[in-house]
């Protein structure tokens, strides 16, 4: 945790939190982006905070996440970011973005 502060404290991101504690105590103001490198499973993560406000979910992760998908009960817009290069140090590894499908 201290070392996340001190990130935040010299990046000067103002407008960032860092806390610790479980995401479902947590509030959120309206269009909060959430950023996990937690190992969440989406479907997990989705359950804790699907009655919150927020934007998006951006998660570290692996390429097989398709199976995190299930007992999600709205449409989500899902972006993949694959992370693999040559020195194949994030082979597997992408950066994923979820969101509510707009209507």
Request: glycine residues 2%.
């Amino acid at each position: 945790m201290i070392a996340l502060r001190q990130i935040l404290l010299k990046l000067d991101l103002n407008h960032a939190l860092a806390k610790a504690f479980s995401i479902e105590e947590m509030e959120f103001p309206a269009n909060t982006l959430l950023i996990t490198k937690h190992a969440f499973k989406i479907n997990e993560l989705w359950k804790m905070v699907r009655d919150k406000s927020f934007s998006e979910i951006i998660f570290y992760k692996g390429m097989e996440f398709e199976d995190e998908l299930t007992d999600i009960d709205i449409p989500l817009q899902i972006r993949v970011f694959d992370l693999s290069d040559e020195s194949n140090f994030y082979e597997g590894k992408s950066i994923i973005i979820v969101k509510p499908k707009e209507a």
